[in-house]
C-alpha cells in the first residue's frame, strides 16, 4: 500500500493527451514538491519533473507537471509509442521524514 | 559524462549481511545528496535512504532503520550501504541516485544500472 495513490494503467492512442494523477496529503504532497519520474522495463527510472512542473535538459515540453493542494498531475501530449513505460511519482513526507512513491501507473499507447 | 556504478549486489541468505558501493565520477560528488532506491522484482520504487553532501544527514525507510545504513567517502567519490539482518523482502534491484542538489532527496536526476540483492536460503 503506497502513501501516494496513483491508476495502475492509463491509456490513449497515438497522437493524443493523456494525465497521470498522483493523491496523497498534507504531509506529503501538500506541502512539497513532487517529481516524476519514467522508467523502462529492465531499465533505471528518469527524472522527468521535479518541483512540481520543472523540466531537467532535455526533457522535451510534451511533458509536464502541475500540483493543486493535495494531488499533483503528469501530463504527457502527443502521445508516441515510445512513451510506453511506467510512470511514478514522489515527494517528501514531512510526517514519516522519508520519500515517498506513488505505486506506479503503466501507460500503454494503444 | 555523470556515472554511477553499482557494485556488490549477490545472493546472501536472510540473516545475513552485505555491503553495496556506488562509484560516482563526472561532478562534485561533496556537494550533492544522494540516495539509495530499490524496486523488488515486479514491483515498484521504494525509497530506502539518503544521505547529504556532507555525510552529516541521513534518513532511513521505516522498513530498513536500525539494519542498514548508508555512509559516503567524499575523497573517493563512493557510496555504501551496509545491509544487515537481511531479509526475503529486501530482495530487489538496488539503486543509488544523485539528487539536483544538496538535501535534495526526492529529485535524482541521474541513476546507476542497479545491482541485485537476492535473500536466500
Known amino acids: 500500500q503506497s502513501v501516494l495513490t496513483q491508476p495502475p494503467s492509463v491509456s490513449a492512442a497515438p497522437g493524443q493527451k493523456v494525465t497521470i494523477s498522483c493523491s496523497g496529503s498534507s504531509s506529503n504532497i501538500g506541502n512539497n514538491y513532487v517529481s516524476w519520474y519514467q522508467q523502462f522495463p529492465g531499465t533505471a527510472p528518469k527524472l522527468l519533473i521535479y518541483?512540481?512542473?520543472n523540466r531537467p535538459s532535455g526533457i522535451p515540453d510534451r511533458f509536464s507537471g502541475s500540483k493543486s493542494g493535495t494531488s499533483a498531475t503528469l501530463g504527457i501530449t502527443g502521445l508516441q509509442t515510445g512513451d510506453e513505460a511506467d510512470y511514478y511519482c514522489g515527494t517528501w513526507d514531512s510526517s514519516l521524514t522519508v520519500v515517498v512513491f506513488g505505486g506506479g501507473t503503466k501507460l500503454t499507447v494503444l | 559524462e555523470v556515472q554511477l556504478v553499482e557494485s556488490g549486489g549477490g545472493l546472501v541468505q536472510p540473516g545475513g549481511s552485505l555491503r553495496v558501493s556506488c562509484a560516482a565520477s563526472g561532478f562534485t560528488f561533496s556537494t550533492y545528496a544522494m540516495a539509495w532506491v530499490r524496486q523488488a522484482p515486479g514491483k515498484g520504487l521504494e525509497w530506502v535512504s539518503g544521505v547529504t553532501g556532507s555525510g552529516g544527514r541521513t534518513r532511513y525507510a521505516e522498513s530498513v532503520k536500525g539494519r542498514f545504513t548508508v555512509s559516503r567517502d567524499n575523497s573517493k567519490s563512493t557510496l555504501h550501504l551496509q545491509m544487515n539482518s537481511l531479509r526475503a523482502e529486501d530482495t530487489a534491484i538496488y539503486y543509488c541516485?544523485?539528487?539536483?542538489?544538496?538535501?535534495?532527496?526526492?529529485?535524482?536526476?541521474?541513476w546507476g544500472q542497479g545491482t541485485l540483492v537476492t535473500v536466500s536460503s
Open positions: 518541483e512540481n512542473d
Open positions: 541516485a544523485k539528487g539536483i542538489g544538496d538535501g535534495k532527496f526526492v529529485e535524482s536526476d541521474y
